[in-house]
């Protein structure tokens, strides 16, 4: 319940969705990520739903439940995160955010395609592999470099020996 005190209603409640961002942590759950700013006069408890729609082979998904309740105040702006199972596929996909305070509803649809790098960054095991690729590569151009150096040097100085 929100109390006015004074003549009026008080500042008007609105909000607006900023992008949409499709991301896959780590152990490979699938984010949808928007920032909701305030741009009302009266703090905001926020809740929202998504529905993903055609999907590779004309697959739909949902709708998944974003925060039961994200609390932003005026002039601020707060993340909505809407986890998903991993078992969805990259996309592309129709990605449609319903965000709701109180009787106040919007939606923003935007196309939307999950990427894997995250999970291959933080996969130590791939992480480990592009290092040892690295090391033997820098090991075989030093090598490289010694043995030229090496036989450089063995010319130069046969050079000498047989010059007058």
Excluded: C
């Amino acid at each position: 319940m929100y109390v006015s005190v004074g003549p009026g209603n008080g500042p008007p409640a609105t909000f607006e969705i900023g992008r949409l961002v499709a991301t896959t942590a780590e152990d490979g759950t699938r984010v949808l990520t928007a920032a909701i700013s305030n741009t009302g006069g009266r703090a905001l408890d926020l809740s929202g739903t998504l529905s993903l729609t055609e999907g590779p082979a004309g697959l739909s998904a949902g709708p998944f439940d974003g925060h039961k309740s994200l609390t932003v105040a005026p002039g601020r702006t707060g993340q909505m995160s809407v986890m998903l199972e991993d078992a969805i596929p990259e996309g592309p996909w129709l990605a449609t955010l319903q965000v709701r305070s109180g009787l106040i509803v919007q939606d923003l649809t935007s196309e939307i395609t999950f990427s894997n790098d995250a999970r291959a960054e933080g996969d130590p095991r791939i992480r480990a592999s592009y290092i040892i690729v690295a090391t033997v590569l820098a090991v075989a151009i030093v090598a490289s470099l010694l043995l030229w150096n090496r036989r450089r040097l063995r010319k130069a100085v046969s050079l000498k020996v047989l010059s007058p």
